[in-house]
Every structure is written in structure tokens, then in C-alpha cells.
């Protein structure tokens, strides 16, 4: 399989990316809505939420590695069975996608320091407030981080089911070409 | 020249302040501008330590009768949006539906029906708490902690109150443990007579 992308097919790169931020994403929203209920004597009620920063922050880094992999490496054109208002609307799921995941990302970030604490990631490394203390926003990023990590799960879903429609009823080669086909 | 106007102001500020001593009934404002009032909660955290806390933001007023100090009353508004303990995810959670809830329940309340004074600085208030939504007749031991003229032309008076409350008579939900259903309030304030 070629690393880069090529005018017809991914590369490995791309498609790594790819699955892994989908995974990260999934699990994530998974983790994120489980943990929110978990009561303060749970065995998971300090190693969820750990869990839960630490992979959102190694997202983030990823997903910023993503995009500067995109702008080094276009992707490949559209499938010319296509229609130009399936095009259109792909490429502004797409854009909205990579959106939603940023906002998602920092404002998940934001919870946990804008009272100027750290976030250790896996006790590996440890990100730090870039805010310092400004109390009493936290609500305001928790809205906006629960918005749009349901906005993006949603549109994930929609962008999924679409590549599966290709798949099954236009018979193209939309989704085969994201696994490496 | 500005000596003897310093002289002069300092004479009269201190003949306000005679005629005031000798009468220190009145309604008297917390001094919430310069935050001279503090509400300050503990609550035990596993039963291993001490977790403190604050309200950053409350308000009140208190009247003091010196002839029968039983007939005083005070008054406290708390928002409860501004609870601080200072870590930034906690407070978050203490806002929310688990324990204060503040979108339904943005303030807390407390007015006091009667005064039983225990000995000439202290007494026992007994009042009205509302907290998130639900009221309940609490009573907080207070003692006066002094009163007098302020070097600002002023009067003051000051009070420190004590209460315990069970979190579950207030419809807070979240069980933290059996040593942590109980959290005290300590309310120091400073007021400033109208």
C-alpha cells in the first residue's frame, strides 16, 4: 500500500488517521457519557475521567497531525460516478467534521483548566492551562463540549451511514477506498 | 494649612463617632463592596480531611436593636452559582443538579423569625434556610464579635454564625459517604450601619 495519497486512492497515512480519530471519537463519546453518571464511590470515578483527557488530548495532537498531513498531501478526487451536490455536501460534512472536532476538543480541555490546573496525560506528559485562572466559565465550556461531542457523533454517524450507502445501493467504491482497496 | 484641616476632620469624625456610640440600634448593611463577609463551608472529605469552601457572592442585611437585642433580625441572600472550592471541575459539579443546582435554584435564603440570646455576645437565631427549593427552620449560633466607629466617619458591627446541615434534608442527592452527610457553614460578616 503507498504511504501517500495518490489522485485516485489514500495512503496509508491518510486512512491510519482516519480510523483512529474515528475509533478515538466513538470510544470517547462512549467513555464521556458513561462517566458522567458514575458516582463518587465508583471504582471508576477518578480513571475514567483521566482516561477519557488523556485520550482526548493525544486526539487533538492527532488530529492536528491530520490536517497538516491534508495540506501537505491532498486527498484524493471525488469518484466521477459522484454527483456535484454529493460532492458539495461530502466536503461540507467534511469541513464540519474537522470543525466540531476541535471545538469538541477544546472545549473539553477548557473544563478541566480554566482554574488554571494542568492535564496529565497518562502520567507520560503533563498540558498545561493556557487560560489561567478565569473561574467560573467552566459551565460554559461543559455547554458547548456537550453540543458539540453530540453534533459531531451525529454528523460521524450520518458521514458513516453515507459511505455505507455507497457502498451497498451505488455499489462505488466510496468506502472500499478508505479501507485501502 | 493641612494639618489643621486634618486636625478638624479627625475632631469631627470623632464627634460623629461619640454620637453614635451611644446608639448602636439600627439597620445595618454587610459590608459587601469591600468584602468584609465571608460564608466559608467545610465538609469532611472521606472522613480524612477537610474539604473547604466558599460563596463568593451573597448579600444581607441585619437590624440590631441594643434596648432587646431579641428583637433583631437579618436577612442573607446567597447566590449560589458562586460557590468556590477552588478546583475548577469540582465547583462545576457543585453547581449542577447533583448538588446545588443552580439553573433551578440560583439563590439560597436565609430570615431569621427569632433571636434567643444565650449571654450578652451570644445568641441562638433560629430562621427560614431555603436550599435548593426546599425550606427548613434552621438555627445558627452567633456571636458579636465587636462594634464601633470606623476610621471613615462609619459604624460597624460584626457577627460570626454557625450551622450544620444535612446535605439529604436539602434534596441534595449525591451520597459522598457516611462521613461527608453533613457539611458546616461558618458566616462572618461585617455591617455597616445605614
Known amino acids: ?52 483527557k488523556s485520550v482526548g488530548l493525544l486526539l487533538l495532537g492527532t488530529v492536528i497531525l491530520r490536517l497538516i498531513w491534508r495540506l501537505a498531501n491532498a486527498p484524493p478526487a471525488p469518484l466521477s460516478n459522484h454527483q456535484r451536490w ?12 474537522y470543525l466540531l472536532l476541535i471545538v469538541a476538543m477544546v472545549s473539553g480541555y477548557l473544563i478541566s ?10 502520567n507520560w506528559f503533563s498540558v498545561p492551562s493556557v487560560t489561567g485562572p478565569m473561574r467560573f466559565l467552566e459551565e460554559i465550556a461543559g455547554m458547548v463540549h456537550y453540543w458539540a461531542t453530540w453534533a459531531l457523533v451525529v454528523l460521524a454517524g450520518l458521514h458513516g451511514l453515507a459511505a455505507v450507502k455507497h457502498h451497498v445501493i451505488d455499489k462505488d467504491n466510496t468506502l472500499r477506498r478508505m479501507l485501502g482497496f | 494649612m493641612m494639618k489643621k484641616q486634618l486636625l478638624a476632620s479627625a475632631i469631627s469624625v ?43 457572592d451573597f448579600d444581607g442585611e441585619f437590624f440590631y436593636d441594643a434596648e432587646n437585642p431579641e428583637n433583631s433580625t437579618v436577612n442573607v441572600t446567597i447566590k449560589t452559582a458562586s460557590v468556590d472550592s477552588n478546583h475548577g471541575e469540582r465547583d462545576k459539579h457543585l453547581r449542577s443538579e447533583d448538588f446545588l443546582f443552580v439553573d433551578d435554584y440560583p439563590q439560597a435564603t436565609f430570615k431569621s423569625t427569632s433571636v434567643k440570646l444565650d449571654d450578652e455576645d451570644e445568641a441562638e437565631i433560629t430562621g427560614d434556610f431555603t436550599l435548593r ?7 445558627l449560633d452567633v456571636e458579636m464579635l465587636g462594634h464601633g466607629d470606623d476610621p471613615w466617619g462609619g459604624y460597624r458591627m460584626g457577627f460570626e454564625a454557625e450551622t450544620e446541615l444535612k446535605l439529604a434534608d436539602f434534596g441534595i442527592p449525591t451520597n459522598l459517604g457516611k462521613a461527608s452527610e453533613t457539611v458546616e457553614i461558618i458566616m462572618s460578616v461585617e455591617g455597616i450601619r445605614q
Do not use: C
Not at chain 2, 30 to 53: E, M, P, R, V
Not at chain 2, 133 to 139: A, D, F, L, P, S
Open chain 1, 1 to 52: 500500500m503507498q504511504v501517500r495519497n495518490s489522485p485516485t486512492r489514500f495512503g496509508v497515512i491518510s486512512i491510519a488517521l482516519h480510523w483512529i480519530i474515528a475509533i478515538a471519537v466513538f470510544g470517547l463519546f462512549g467513555l464521556g457519557y458513561y462517566m458522567v453518571d458514575l458516582t463518587y464511590y465508583d471504582q471508576w470515578y477518578r480513571s475514567a475521567p483521566h482516561i477519557h
Open chain 1, 86 to 97: 454529493e460532492v458539495v455536501a461530502a466536503q461540507g460534512v467534511h469541513g464540519l467534521l
Open chain 1, 113 to 122: 483548566t480554566l482554574d488554571g490546573s494542568s492535564i496529565d496525560v497518562f
Open chain 2, 14 to 56: 470623632a464627634m460623629i463617632a461619640g454620637v453614635h456610640a451611644s446608639e448602636h440600634s439600627g439597620t445595618y448593611a454587610f459590608d459587601k463592596k469591600d468584602a468584609h463577609q465571608f460564608i466559608t463551608f467545610k465538609i469532611s472529605h472521606l472522613g480524612y480531611s477537610w474539604l473547604y469552601g466558599r460563596f463568593n
Open chain 2, 133 to 139: 427549593g426546599v425550606t427548613k427552620e434552621i438555627t
